[in-house]
C-alpha cells in the first residue's frame, strides 16, 4: 500500500478523519479534503496531506488531484425537516454535496485508476442507504442514489480493476450524529438523552453509537489484498437495524 494515493472526503474530523488515519496507518499517502482548514492542520501528518475545498462547489471538483487509487466519498451533512417543511435549497445543497460531488470525483479519477489497472472507490453511505426514516427526505435520497451510483462503477470499472463499495453504518459517534440530537429532539418533542435511546438506538440490537475507528476498519479491508473480488456491494455495520 506504501504506494498507494488516497482522496478522503470530508476528512476533517468522523470517519472522514478516522480513515485518513488508518490507511496513513497502512502505508498510504492521503489527500484529506474538507473545507474547515483549521481542524485538517490538526490532522496533518507524514501520510496525511491536507486539501481546503468545499466539495458543494461543483465547479471547483477539477481542481482537486484526479492521480488517486483509491477515493473515499464521505462528505455529508443532514438536515431534519417533514417534507411539506424542508427547504428546497437545503434539499439541493445536500444532494449537490453528497451525490454530485461523488460522481463528479469519481468521473474524474477512474481515468487514472483505469491506467494503473488498480482502484478503489469506497462510498461511505448509511443505513439509510436501504431503509428510511421520517424527516430525512434528502439524506435518504442521496444515499439512496449514491448506492445505485456505486453499482454501476463497480460494473464498469470491473474490466479495468476497478471495485466499488458501499460501507453503511448506523449512528456514528460523528459531529453530524452529536448534531442531529438536538434537531430531532426539537422535532419529536423529547430531550437528546431520550432521542438517542428511542430514536437512534430504538431499531438496533447493539445499544450504542457505532465507533469511527469501527468503519475506518472496514475501509482499510476494502482496500486491502483481498479486497479483488469485493463490488458492487453494500457492507452494512448497523448493530443489527436492517436484520428487522
Aim: overall charge negative.
Amino acid at each position: 500500500m506504501e504506494t498507494r494515493r488516497a482522496l478522503i472526503t470530508g476528512a476533517a474530523s468522523g470517519i472522514g478523519a478516522a480513515c485518513a488515519r488508518r490507511l496513513a496507518a497502512d502505508g498510504v499517502h492521503v489527500l484529506a479534503v474538507d473545507y474547515d482548514a483549521s481542524a485538517l492542520d490538526k490532522l496533518a501528518s507524514d501520510g496525511v496531506e491536507p486539501v481546503v475545498a468545499d466539495l458543494a462547489e461543483l465547479d471547483r471538483l477539477a481542481d482537486l488531484p484526479t492521480d488517486v487509487d483509491i477515493l473515499v466519498n464521505n462528505a455529508g451533512v443532514q438536515q431534519v425537516a417533514p417534507v411539506e417543511q424542508f427547504p428546497p435549497e437545503r434539499f439541493s445543497y445536500i444532494l449537490r454535496l453528497m451525490l454530485e460531488s461523488p460522481f463528479r470525483l469519481i468521473r474524474q479519477t477512474l481515468p487514472h485508476m483505469y491506467g494503473a489497472g488498480w482502484g478503489r472507490v469506497i462510498n461511505i453511505s448509511s443505513v439509510h442507504g436501504l431503509r428510511a426514516s421520517p424527516f430525512k427526505a434528502a439524506y435518504v435520497a442521496a444515499k439512496h442514489g449514491l448506492e445505485g451510483l456505486s453499482k454501476v462503477v463497480a460494473l464498469e470499472g470491473a474490466a479495468h480493476g476497478v471495485t466499488s463499495n458501499c460501507v453503511n453504518p448506523a449512528y456514528v459517534r460523528t459531529p453530524l450524529v452529536t448534531a442531529q440530537l438536538a434537531d430531532q429532539a426539537a422535532t419529536h418533542g423529547l430531550s437528546e438523552a431520550e432521542v438517542l435511546e428511542k430514536v437512534m438506538l430504538e431499531p438496533v440490537a447493539v445499544k450504542r453509537l457505532i465507533e469511527p475507528a469501527e468503519v475506518a476498519e472496514l475501509v482499510a479491508l476494502l482496500c486491502g489484498p483481498a479486497s479483488a473480488s469485493i463490488t458492487g456491494s453494500s457492507f452494512v455495520l448497523d448493530g443489527g437495524w436492517t436484520a428487522h
